[in-house]
């Protein structure tokens, strides 16, 4: 079965700086992949996704992650962060063979002034 | 465009106590899914419909029950509230499976 981990449950950084958040999955067939952001009190949304093609993915708001198939890895990543990405933020798999996405247990960013 | 929306945002029921969450889109999606979150665990998915008429379970099922008389909405249930049930639960919907899905703001559900 496929199972999808968060490396670090809470991530400090101070703003400016870059910061990477940590995605393993496991699966035995091909996946698409996800990372979701989750603002405080909201819902979650998009941030980026890969679904084949060019391993590196670019999303919203300056992020962007790499798809790494033999360290089966999608890490997150921002060069400069800033105060407002202070949020959740959730990596998911989807595979074709259940028809279901996957979700990690979230990874905490906090950014300090 | 509304996108996604649940109703209520917040709920305290009694144990044993039964209520109705509401979720609707305006994206005429196929696919809608209900999640509950839980600190440290992620969302877990409860059951999801493939199209108007269908229900399937998900991964955490029990206690919960589902309807998708119409396309645009769908409704979950719980019949005998459990303070384990105590979550925050997000209706998504999308076009097909392996697509984006988009999220409702959430209900907050307390079960004393």
């Known amino acids: 079965a496929q199972s999808v981990t968060q490396l670090d449950s809470q991530v400090p950084v101070f703003e400016e700086a870059p910061v990477e958040l940590r995605c393993n999955y496991s699966?035995?067939?091909?996946?698409?992949l996800f990372w979701y952001v989750q603002y405080p009190n909201q819902g979650l949304q998009l941030l980026l996704k890969y679904l084949s093609g060019s391993t590196l993915v670019k999303g919203i708001n300056g992020f962007e992650a790499e798809f790494n198939k033999s360290q089966t890895s999608f890490h997150l990543r921002k060069p400069s962060v800033h105060i407002s990405d202070t949020a959740e933020y959730f990596c998911?798999?989807?595979?074709?063979?259940?028809?279901?996405?996957?979700f990690g247990q979230g990874t905490t960013l906090q950014v300090k002034p | 465009n509304a996108g996604v929306t649940q109703t209520p945002k917040f709920r305290v029921l009694k144990t044993g106590q039964s209520m109705t969450l509401l979720c609707a889109q305006d994206?005429?999606?196929?696919?809608m899914y209900w999640y509950r979150q839980d600190p440290g665990m992620g969302l877990r998915l409860i059951h999801y419909s493939v199209g108007e008429g269908t229900t399937a379970k998900g991964e955490v099922p029990d206690g919960y029950n589902v309807s998708r008389l119409k396309k645009q909405n769908f409704l979950l249930g719980l019949e005998s509230a459990a303070p384990s049930q105590t979550s925050v639960y997000f209706c998504?919907?999308?076009?097909?499976?392996?697509?984006?899905?988009?999220f409702g703001p959430g209900t907050r559900l307390l079960v004393l």
């Open positions: 998504a919907s999308s076009f097909y499976s392996q697509e984006t899905q988009y």
């Open positions: 699966s035995s067939v091909s996946v698409y």
């Open positions: 998911a798999v989807f595979t074709s063979n259940t028809g279901k996405l996957i």
């Open positions: 994206m005429n999606h196929e696919y």
